[in-house]
């Protein structure tokens, strides 16, 4: 992509109806955008499938869900759970009697990780068990899938599967000090990628946020052309992450958060659906705007675009609800702090000489510096501490808005889309919300709901 390619109009569904078929490739857990989809889903009356990616034991072996998790995880849903597990990556397979990716990167240590080596090798048989693992495992889901949609239904298929971290200590360290630390305590990202550790969660990061969605279209592809012979018509969407255009000076501009490590397997994400809409298939990846998951808490200061998404909604001709959003994010601040406090804060940061480099769409990812990391973390850390409570943040009610958008503009949007990559900028965000509510109206999801993070959740 030499540009990004925004999403300009407001669309209807006009394929989905009820009896219709959902699936959710991914599992839902706690926070992200698929609530959003599967919201609209549900509003027209399709019939909800998902997966799990299972669960591993003391003893690393995976397995499906319990009773008790099956239930609970079907609850969460609102469907029916395909109990076979689909965990990507392969951080934790292995040959039979041999470490793991994640064994290896548990042997480094913090003095010792940049110059460590890896057996690339010896990975890529870990890596080619994790592959056939999924693959064999995705076939029989599909067998089952094939036989829950009957004759005469459409299918709408949300890839959701995203992140791929490897649970071992010296990387948790590294990552924290990279994504949260500032001063001293400030570590770079492109010193991370130029090590074997990180070229290795780069792999990861690729087989779980991109190829799972190759994976999706190579082995539905028999559904696919069951469904569209008999008239039917099928979709796929993959939630894509490559910085997003906000309210700057009065235009709307292209940022992005610095370092997304995650950048270069969403860049893959979108080759994918480039090569499959070449093939005639319509998977469609939306690069949304910067919310709060889980996941995405990581990393400090993802949070601030978030917060001109005020501007925007008053801009696209909003009216009393969309100042009602500002009087509500207003209440969320100290005594004596208002909404105009917090917004100098990132028109300055916006404005800094040291962000100007950061705005190079053909650049991204970039590498973080010091001056960028201290700037961003510290007015992140700055406006966290203007708020009455910093577990109830303005970012939290936004995060609800923008996922109850995007939810609407990717379900119209998807009867008949545009392209194979768009972006979803505030400009559509603040317009599909403020033609949702002509009336008063404050989501209930806009209330952050505390839940474990997930390696599989949107990041």
């Known amino acids: 992509m030499e540009n990004p390619i925004p999403l300009k109009r407001l669309s209807e569904n006009t394929i989905f109806r009820k009896g219709d078929v959902f699936v959710l490739f991914g599992e839902l857990f706690g926070r992200g955008y698929a609530t959003g989809l599967l919201d609209e889903a549900r509003r027209v009356g399709m019939e909800i499938v998902g997966i799990t990616v299972g669960r591993r034991d003391e003893g690393n072996v995976l397995r499906p869900l319990n009773a008790d998790e099956l239930a609970a995880a079907e609850d969460r849903l609102g469907g029916r759970i395909i109990n076979i597990p689909l965990m990507a990556g392969f951080d934790l397979d292995a040959p039979a009697g041999g470490p793991t990716p994640t064994d290896l ?62 649970k071992a200590k010296v990387f948790l360290v590294v990552a924290n000090r990279i994504y949260k630390g500032t001063g001293t305590r400030h570590m770079s990202s492109q010193t991370l990628l130029d090590s074997d550790m990180g070229k290795l969660i780069l792999q990861n990061f690729d087989d779980v946020s991109a190829n799972t969605f190759g994976h999706l279209l190579h082995f539905s592809a028999a559904i696919r052309e069951r469904v569209e012979a008999s008239g039917g018509q099928v979709r796929y969407t993959a939630y894509g992450y490559h910085g997003s255009a906000i309210l700057i000076d ?19 994400l979108e080759r994918i659906a480039e090569q499959a809409w070449a093939a005639g298939v319509k998977a469609t990846v939306y690069n949304c705007p910067e919310i709060r998951t889980n996941s995405s808490d990581v990393f400090t200061g993802i ?42 804060k990132i028109t300055d940061m916006q404005a800094s000489e040291v962000m100007r480099p950061f705005y190079d769409f053909s650049a991204w990812p970039m590498a973080n510096s010091q001056a960028q990391a201290d700037l961003t973390i510290g007015t992140s850390n700055e406006i966290t501490q203007m708020h009455r409570d910093n577990k109830v943040m303005i970012s939290d009610l936004l995060s609800g808005l923008v996922v109850e958008a995007t939810g609407q503009i990717i379900f119209g949007e998807t009867s008949d889309p545009s392209g194979p990559v768009q972006w979803l900028n505030h400009d559509i965000v603040a317009r599909q919300l403020n033609a949702s509510h002509p009336r008063s109206y ?16 949107m990041a």
């Not at 003095?111 to 990975?123: A, C, N, V």
């Not at 404050?442 to 959740?457: F, K, L, M, N």
């Open 105 to 166: 990167l548990a042997k480094m240590t913090l003095e010792s990780w940049q110059h460590d080596r890896l057996d690339w090798g010896y990975i890529e048989q870990c890596r080619a068990i994790a592959t056939a693992r999924f693959s064999e495992a995705l076939s029989q889901v599909m067998a089952i899938l094939d036989r829950m949609i009957p004759a005469g239904r459409n299918v709408f298929f949300a890839h959701t599967m995203a992140g791929g971290i490897a």
């Open 442 to 457: 404050v989501p209930a999801s806009a209330i952050r709901q505390g839940t474990e993070p997930s390696r599989h959740e």
């Open 303 to 344: 949070e601030l675009p978030l917060i001109p998404l005020l501007l925007a909604l008053k801009k696209e001709n909003g009216g009393q609800w969309a100042d009602e959003q500002w009087q509500a994010c207003q209440a969320l601040l100290a005594d004596g702090l208002t909404m105009t406090d917090v917004l100098r």
């Open 250 to 268: 009065g235009g709307y501009r292209w940022q992005t958060y610095t370092n997304y490590t995650q950048g270069f397997a969403k860049m893959r």
